[in-house]
């Protein structure tokens, strides 16, 4: 017999019966484990979404990808990049809250399936202007503002929806965690292969390719089977509705402390997606496929951390994980902006993408944990709000620290501010962590 790490490989003629029956029970734990990993894809609808939403994000990172490279090709200017970026995240932050109240009071499969076929046209539209020449800078901001339009509907509505798909609600925080790892997925495979099209035959196919993306998701969801039995109080007015959510949420000590996390992390580092273009092609001196490879490093690191989440077995203990994992989030910010060399800037970018994905899957788990089904969607948008509607302000800035202080500066200020952030979580978690596991114990989670 051979032992080689924890497998072994077994003489058949040694007629080792206890040895064979460790090798069965072993066997039999890792399929579990894997089962486990996997567990809340075993409900038909989320299955569904799953398959379908996960081809349709490497859709939406290409065309990510695609449309910086052009604005960028089109202007030269950092500032611009900062401003097309503003306009696709702002409507987030005005419509949000309206889009959760909505979530809490409407059919949210149903409001989903009309986000999904605006965005396809949206998309539709930008592959038939820039494959036909006529594309101009002006069109690229109008676009831009109307898919931000339709993710402030879209997002929260699909956070909040995800608990509707899982038949067992024990497994919500495996079905988020799925949700991150499917996404960062997506991440992994859209930037390379954004990255190569446009080499070879520009920027253009990648939106078509995401046009047509989205009849996988559509398709998924119109094959849903489920039954809306949210009780909501629709003799409120959208005022009332509103007001409630934002009292709810801002005088409940942990919700308020995650979602000022999320605000400055997302102010402070989410920018350095905006900044890429830059570093690809005037820092490290490459093409359009080292910005790929850049997007494609960090969504490998996002991919292994919604791993690591989905591999644990309940939310416990992720309060803790949030602000270790932003202070690494902002290390890696720290250091990729003195990276010079190619193959280091793409470790670093993995380790950025491992603290960003693993801090913003942590909080979105507890957030949905904590909150009261009748202000889910409210709460979640309040998420979205400070975690995508936040982050124009953050282009903004950075669009400007880099057009006068240079990239790596701004980049450098951003990850300083995600490192103080955590610090000042870590300040206030042993006040808030008695809340969070009381409502662990209500909800059965011990803690």
């Known amino acids: 017999m051979v032992q080689i790490s924890d497998w072994y490989i077994i003489d058949a003629g040694s007629g080792n019966g206890a040895l064979m029956n460790d090798l069965r029970e072993g066997s039999l734990l890792r399929i579990s484990y894997l089962r486990g990993m996997f567990r809340a894809l075993s409900s038909r609808n989320y299955r569904l979404f ?10 939406t990172w290409m065309q990510r990808v695609a449309l910086s490279w052009l604005v960028y090709r089109l202007t030269g200017s950092e500032m611009i990049l900062g401003a097309v970026s503003f306009l696709s995240l702002f409507p987030v932050f005005v419509f949000a809250s309206l889009a ?21 046209i949206q998309a539709g539209v930008l592959a038939y202007l820039v494959m036909s020449g006529h ?14 339009l339709v993710n402030a509907f879209d997002t929260p509505t699909r956070q909040a929806f995800t608990v509707e798909m899982i038949d067992n609600k024990a497994h919500l925080g495996n079905a988020i965690a799925l949700n991150s790892a499917m996404f960062n997925g997506a991440r992994l495979i859209g930037p390379t292969l954004a990255g190569l099209l446009i080499s070879l035959l520009g920027e253009g196919p990648c939106f078509l390719i995401n046009a047509l993306s989205f009849l996988t998701v559509i398709t998924a969801l119109l094959l849903m089977r489920l039954t809306d039995a949210r009780t909501v109080r629709r003799s409120q007015n959208l005022i009332q509705s509103l007001r409630e959510g934002f009292g709810y949420a801002f005088h409940f000590p942990p919700i308020r402390n995650i979602l000022v996390l999320l605000m400055v992390v997302s102010v402070g580092g989410m920018s350095y997606i905006v900044l890429m273009p830059v570093f690809a092609k005037d820092i490290l001196h490459g093409q359009a496929s080292t910005l790929g490879f850049l997007m494609g490093s960090a969504g490998a690191g996002a991919l292994a951390g919604a791993v690591y989440l989905a591999a644990r077995q309940d939310v416990v203990g992720l309060e803790k994980v949030v602000p270790f994992m932003s202070g690494l989030f902002g290390l890696g910010l720290i250091a990729f902006a003195f990276s010079r060399v190619l193959w280091l800037s793409m470790g670093l970018m993995t380790l950025v993408g491992f603290g960003m994905m693993v801090q913003m899957a942590s909080s979105n788990t507890i957030l949905q944990t904590i909150s009261d089904e009748d202000k889910r969607g409210r709460v979640m948008s309040f998420y979205v709000m400070c975690f995508m509607g936040m982050a124009p302000l953050g282009s903004l800035v950075a669009g400007f620290l880099a057009e006068h202080l240079g990239a790596p500066t701004a980049l450098l200020i951003g990850g300083c501010a995600c490192l103080a952030a955590a610090c000042g979580f870590a300040w206030q978690l042993p006040r808030i962590l008695p809340i969070i596991q009381g409502k662990y114990r209500e909800k059965g989670l011990g803690g």
């Not at 959760?100 to 965005?119: E, K, P, S, W």
């Not at 594309?135 to 931000?148: E, F, K, N, P, R």
């Open 100 to 120: 959760g109240v909505l979530a809490d009071r409407f059919n949210r499969l149903h409001l989903l399936i009309l986000t999904q076929v605006l965005a396809m």
């Open 135 to 148: 594309i101009t800078v002006t069109q690229i901001m109008i676009l831009a503002s109307v898919l931000g």
């Open 50 to 59: 799953f398959i379908g939403q996960g081809i349709s994000l490497i859709g």
